[in-house]
């Protein structure tokens, strides 16, 4: 079942928040578990309804009724890369995305998300991510510009019906055996800044290929059969050669919000799939290079 369109329309390129509630005196809710700027909203009459009725100081609704309000946005450092656009027409939008921006709003980095960013500059409020990179992967990144398309462009992802090409820079050991196919269970857990193995069936396939070598350092192919959260570098960490300028494996390091100076050498190189409305086979590769 599709979800309700939001009562309130996108601004400044960032959509409403959607808050589900636990039932009652709206008012008294939203204090109790945002504080009194939530409160504020509520007599600003900011807060509305799912069907697009104001919420008053009066107003009570059930359990697991939603209601809408525009969310106060985070001091961010902002990111100070362009996000260069490969392809646009009426459906998609498919853009070079840079290291160090988030794909869409989450935690705290909202305006300095690709999703925000080109809503804004390319004036389209209606612009939607069809897959996700993470926040330090460049690389091809896919959004559908209307609603009406979204569906059919990010079932294709969920099915896997999206052929992924990645590139990495990496140490190279001798003694390794490539190329090879690595298959585990990656769990990701909410809080967690790593995600790890455990035995049981696999859900994570990578195909691993060293492209060229040189002075211990090699470009790597990651072919991706799967989407696990940090599944590349994890697979990558698990065969001792992480990829250069990781932060998070084979272990955390603490990064400065501003510190721009060591990207991740993970780049999404190339998205091939038949499109869905035309049934046309699409490829879009990215221009951009890792460090050597």
């Known amino acids: 079942m599709s ?27 939203l204090a109790d578990r945002f504080g009194a700027q939530a409160a504020a909203k509520v007599f600003a ?13 009066a107003t009570v609704l059930p359990p697991n009724a939603h209601v809408y309000l525009y969310r106060d946005l985070p001091d961010e450092v902002e990111v100070p890369f362009d996000i260069p656009i ?6 998609i939008v498919v853009v ?3 290291h160090f921006l988030a794909t869409m709003p989450r935690g705290g980095h909202v305006a300095q998300t690709a999703l925000v960013k080109l809503r804004r500059s390319l004036d389209l409020p209606d612009l939607s991510p069809a897959h996700r990179l993470d926040r330090l992967t460049a690389g091809v990144l896919l959004f ?45 857990e909410r809080g967690q800044l790593q995600a790890f193995t455990e035995p049981g069936e ?9 492209l060229d070598s040189s002075d211990d350092e090699g470009t790597y192919r990651l072919t991706p059969r799967t989407g696990r959260t940090h599944q590349l570098r994890v697979h990558m960490a698990s065969l001792g050669v992480p990829i ?3 932060s998070l494996y084979p272990s955390v390091i603490d990064v400065a919000p501003d510190d721009f100076s060591t990207p991740l050498q993970l780049l999404a190189h190339r998205l091939e799939f038949v499109d ?14 890792l460090r050597s």
């Open 3 to 29: 979800r309700r369109p939001a009562p309130l329309p996108a601004r400044d390129g960032l959509g409403p928040a959607r808050v589900r509630l636990r039932g009652g005196a709206v008012l008294v809710e």
């Open 45 to 57: 009459g900011e807060v509305v309804c799912a069907d697009g009725s104001v919420v008053t100081a």
């Open 86 to 91: 490969l392809y646009r027409d009426d459906d």
């Open 96 to 98: 070079d995305k840079p």
């Open 144 to 188: 559908t510009a209307r609603p009406q398309v979204r569906g059919a462009y990010q079932t294709l992802f969920a099915r896997g019906e999206v052929a992924k090409t990645y590139l990495a820079r990496a140490d190279v050991d001798p003694a390794l055996e490539l190329p090879v196919t690595l298959r585990s269970r990656i769990i990701k």
């Open 202 to 210: 696999s859900n994570a396939e990578t195909l691993i290929e060293l």
């Open 244 to 246: 250069h300028g990781d």
């Open 276 to 289: 869905p409305l035309t049934g046309g086979r699409r490829v879009f590769e990215s221009l951009a290079r």
